[in-house]
């Protein structure tokens, strides 16, 4: 039987080395690379006629750009709307990733901690780095919770800070441990398949099953990845 | 029966599944989870970037510019349909309006000149049975007046005659010759009894 985890190994393509880093060209950074090319190839070929009748793959795009637009309006206001495009980015590269990492074969690059971890740590950075470009150091008292008593606030502080930066963690946890478990789960019902003769049957269903489970998950996780992204913008531009 | 047998089926399954599943599990452990492999990080991180940059950088500059031009692009014509449509019914409740007060401009003018006849005719008439009155009248006395001079005439002549009539009968039977004279003063004389 399959190791269900080799799945996730990186298999280096090219090796690339500069310096004492090794950045090959593995089989995460094809899927990446393709994710960020079937985002952009979709956007492109949707919207080549310029339809005002859309078609179907124009309403598609339309769709999914109506889609981010109202969730970045609706969680993090309308000055928020300056930040689309890399909200928009976000949750097409997320989605793209998760989604085309249904397909068995396919490398899913958001199964990788490190991979979610730095685009959380991207969304934690830009984030706090907007707040106090906005606000300077009056941000500072976003970790002051409002109409708490004096007496308790060496105390909410800290608590205050520390769920602030937990935040990236629990951002990126989320995602890489819901891709990985899924797929985990794929991989370890796919192995019995085989191995049981016709009473393969039933761990083909369950697949079959999971599989459907697994492209809600793949949307579910980059639509709360994308939710969370928008409230901490919101956060950044309105404090509370 | 047979969704019964399915379901124990798959009841043994997973449990078989679940116990490989922890077999493979901690057999993985030795070699490592692939994504605790620190040495990947830097071409992983490296690769993200690069892909997720490119990715906004396009989408930025060309993609997604796209979308909204052809959403406010669709945006602006239904704004400017609903305009015309209401440009339109304007234009069409002005039409209706004018035509509304041409007919009754023309209900009134029918009523005049209707009125306007009405009292011609009237007076044509009025005037033409005055006239046939007086004609009428005229005659009447006309035709009253020949009457009387005919009588009188006839008056005039009775006494002639009478006179004449005594003349004769007087010679007649008397055969006395009275004048004319006398024997119109006896007519007159018994006629004025």
Not at chain 1, 37 to 63: D, K, N
Not at chain 1, 204 to 219: R, S
Request: aromatic share 10%; proline share 4%.
């Amino acid at each position: 039987m399959a190791d269900p985890l080799k799945q996730f190994q990186i298999e280096p393509y090219v090796p690339i080395l500069v310096g004492n880093a090794d950045l090959s060209f593995t089989n995460s950074s094809l899927w990446m690379v393709v994710s960020a090319g079937a985002v952009y190839g979709l956007v492109m070929l949707g919207t080549r006629h310029h339809a005002m009748v859309p078609g179907r793959l124009q309403s598609v795009v339309e769709l999914a750009y109506e889609f981010v637009a109202d969730l970045v309006r609706e969680n993090a206001g309308k000055e928020a709307m300056r930040y689309f495009p890399a909200v928009f980015t976000l949750f097409t590269f997320i989605l793209m990733g998760n989604s085309l990492g249904v397909i068995p074969g396919i490398f899913t690059f958001t199964s990788h901690i490190i991979v979610t971890f730095t685009l959380a740590m991207g969304v934690f950075l830009g984030v706090t780095a907007l707040g106090f470009w906005l606000h300077g150091w009056r941000f500072l008292s976003f970790f002051v919770p409002p109409g708490a008593p004096k007496l308790m606030i060496p105390v909410l502080v800290p608590i205050e800070i520390l769920s602030y930066c937990f935040r990236p963690i629990s951002l990126s946890i989320r995602l890489f441990v819901n891709m990985m478990a899924g797929h985990t789960m794929l991989k370890v019902f796919a192995g019995f398949i085989i191995a049981l003769g016709i009473f393969g049957v039933a761990p083909l269903a369950v697949n079959v099953a999971l599989t459907i489970f697994e492209i809600g998950v793949a949307f579910l996780q980059a639509y709360i990845f994308t939710v969370l992204t928008c409230i901490y913008l919101h956060d950044a531009i309105h404090m509370h | 029966m047979g969704k019964l047998l399915s379901i124990a089926g798959l009841l043994a399954t997973s449990a078989v599944g679940l116990a490989i599943a922890a077999e493979d599990a901690a057999e993985a452990e030795s070699g490592g989870l692939p994504q605790l492999d620190v040495s990947t990080y830097p071409s992983q991180i490296f690769w993200l970037i690069l892909s997720f940059a490119v990715l906004y950088y396009l989408l930025t500059r060309k993609g997604l510019p796209r979308v909204s031009e052809i959403l406010e692009a669709r945006q602006d014509r239904i704004a400017a349909d609903l305009d015309r449509a209401a440009r339109l019914r304007q234009e069409a409740e002005e039409t209706l309006r004018r035509y509304q007060a041409m007919i009754e401009e023309a209900q009134a003018r029918a009523r005049t000149l209707l009125h306007a006849a009405q009292e011609r005719i009237a007076g044509d008439f009025a005037a033409r049975q005055a006239a046939l009155e007086q004609e009428l009248n005229e005659k009447i006395r006309e035709a009253e007046r020949r009457i009387a001079t005919a009588r009188e005439k006839a008056l005039g002549e009775i006494d002639e005659v009478a006179a004449e009539l005594v003349q004769a009968a007087v010679q007649r039977l008397a055969s006395l010759k009275i004048t004319k004279k006398d024997a119109r003063a006896a007519v007159g004389r018994v006629a004025g009894e």
